[in-house]
């Protein structure tokens, strides 16, 4: 016996399940197939002319690719990028704090701290740091306005590597601090105000309450700053250290082949984006994991 269609609209009031009779149809895209197919049309065409245009010369590219040049360019890169980002954490972590703090003074301070070091372009901060015996030849320490002690060369003191290590890390540690401060600001005051009120210490508070809920929040911007900063790196160049982006253009300008030796660069810079995604999604694991623990 067929059972009878029932329409939505005719359906009685009652707790009783509806029925319909017919298969389900899932509903048609078209625009999705069309942008499928374009997008594979794109593709295809780009890999073509990526294999068949013997002007990308991938040979060059095979060639250069681990050259002791580039590889040690790599190594100067990752020391950069891992210094600057380090020191902009604690400074960041340190500024947040001070963003935060109920006195308008030591706040107002932070936040000029902030709008400086975000404001100017980080290649005048590297440059300014590593020539800066230009405007002080030696650097002393003593008592303000009174005798000094102990006097340095500035050109030793601050090499260049040391100079970009420090404009990158100041330039860093502004936009750490928005995150940490912003990730912060996004808890309740109240829940502080519990923890607080059940005679939790301020070392309590932060580990037990306002980690587990900022970590989460706080890792894929760090993560993209990182990522960031190793392209970022690349400023460098105007202050003769010779990182990987500085090693292939000193390569291409004696082969005469720049483009090639840019790809290079690329692979490279992709290779360190990937292997920094990688560790996110790990960190991002372990913090989950973590969390769910702490809460059970």
Not at 53 to 77: A, C, E, H, K, M
Not at 113 to 128: D, S
Not at 137 to 157: A, M, Q, R, V, W
Request: net charge positive.
């Amino acid at each position: 016996m067929q059972r009878p269609t029932v329409s939505p609209t005719d359906a009685p009031l009652s707790d009783a399940p509806l029925v319909l009779d017919g298969p389900l149809v899932r509903r048609r895209h078209p625009a999705r197939w069309l942008a499928r197919g374009v997008l594979a049309l794109m593709l295809a065409l780009f890999v073509h002319s990526l294999v068949t245009n013997p002007r990308w010369r991938w040979p060059t590219v095979g060639r250069y690719l681990f050259d002791p040049q580039v590889l040690s360019g790599i190594q100067v890169t990752v020391l950069l990028t891992g210094g600057a980002v380090l020191g902009g954490l604690v400074l960041g972590a340190i500024v947040a704090g001070m963003r935060m703090s109920s006195s308008r003074a030591i706040s107002a301070l932070a936040g000029g701290y902030i709008w400086f070091f975000r404001g100017v372009p980080v290649i005048v901060q590297v440059i300014f740091w590593v020539y800066l015996a230009q405007l002080y030849p030696t650097l002393s320490l003593g008592i303000p306005f009174g005798h000094e002690f102990l006097y340095f060369d500035t050109n030793k003191l601050i090499a260049p590597m040391v100079g970009c290590t420090v404009g990158l890390c100041l330039n860093e540690s502004a936009y750490m601090a928005e995150i940490f401060r912003g990730a912060a600001a996004a808890i309740p005051r109240g829940q502080r105000e519990a923890a607080a009120a059940l005679g939790m210490t301020p070392a309590q508070v932060r580990r037990r309450v306002l980690a587990p809920q900022i970590l989460p929040v706080v890792i894929p911007p760090l993560f993209n700053n990182v990522v960031a900063m190793t392209k970022t790196t690349a400023v460098v160049i105007l202050a003769s250290v010779t990182d990987v982006f500085s090693a292939v253009m000193q390569i291409g300008s004696r082969t005469l082949e720049p483009m090639p030796l840019l790809l290079v660069a690329t692979v490279w810079y992709l290779l360190l984006a990937a292997v920094i995604t990688g560790l996110q999604l790990l960190l991002e694991r372990l913090v989950t994991k973590a969390t769910r623990h702490h809460r059970n």
